[in-house]
């Protein structure tokens, strides 16, 4: 499942910016990119976004391992991901993960640490905490290329983004990981302003009593 964890980065949206990069005299900030993810954070919260990622994971060698496709629905903190036979749901406070063919339900409590990749929400309010941010260079097609690294030790060492600075929103997302394996993300269907409920963000046991309840909180 941490395979599809990185897929909430892309509810990123941008606006378009110049290709030079100015740093701050400490090097941890590329002015552009903080700029651009700031922006960013600020429409994250506003509205409700909806879309499909098609997750394609390689092994060292570069050899294909594994194709997923997931669809998530996200507001304020909250979210579902539906992929296969699981749904994954969160309301904020706790995660229900449902796999149907196993006809069981998994809950624990989330996470409250501030760069869990469950809570993007809390990555995009503290990744200048958390990331060191660069503006690597604009495309000719006017795709933006940024990268985050980590500042504290993770399986990855570097999350890239490439984003479609004409709508805002990010087309691809590539994580980088130490031993040399990696993922790539392509967003499509993105919609934002959706309608959502409670509901939809909690796994709705009165419509399943028979399925199987294992809380780990």
Same mark, same amino acid.
Not at 23 to 29: E, F, K, R, W
Not at 98 to 117: I, P, Y
Not at 128 to 151: C, H, M, Q, W
């Given at each position: ?18 290709? =030079? ?25 506003? #509205?409700?976004? @909806? ?5 394609? #994971? ?52 989330? @996470? ?53 600075? #004409? #709508? ?12 040399? @394996? ?24 009165? =419509? ?10």
């Amino acid at each position: 499942m941490k395979r599809l964890l990185p897929i909430f980065f892309l509810l990123y949206t941008i606006t378009p910016v110049a290709a =030079q990069i100015t740093h701050t005299a400490n090097g941890n900030i590329d002015k552009n990119a903080d700029e651009i993810l700031k922006k960013a954070a600020n429409k994250f919260h506003s #509205n409700a976004v @909806s879309f499909s990622v098609n997750v394609t #994971n390689k092994d060292t060698e570069k050899k294909l391992i594994s194709k997923e496709k997931a669809d998530i629905l996200y507001n304020q903190g909250k979210y579902r991901v539906t992929f296969g036979d699981n749904i994954i749901y969160c309301d904020g406070t706790a995660t229900w993960h449902w796999n149907k063919q196993a006809d069981e339900v998994v809950v624990n409590k989330m @996470s409250d640490a501030d760069d869990d990749l469950m809570n993007p929400a809390a990555i995009l309010k503290n990744y200048n905490k958390n990331f060191k941010a660069k503006y690597i260079r604009l495309e000719s097609n006017g795709d933006a290329v940024i990268d985050l690294t980590p500042k504290k030790t993770k399986s990855y060492y570097k999350l890239r983004f490439i984003i479609n600075t #004409n #709508n805002g929103i990010v087309k691809r997302i590539e994580m980088h990981n130490y031993d040399a @394996s990696g993922s790539e993300y392509q967003v499509s269907n993105f919609k934002s302003g959706v309608k959502t409920t409670d509901g939809d963000f909690r796994f709705p046991k009165s =419509q399943n009593p028979s399925v199987e309840i294992i809380d780990m909180r």
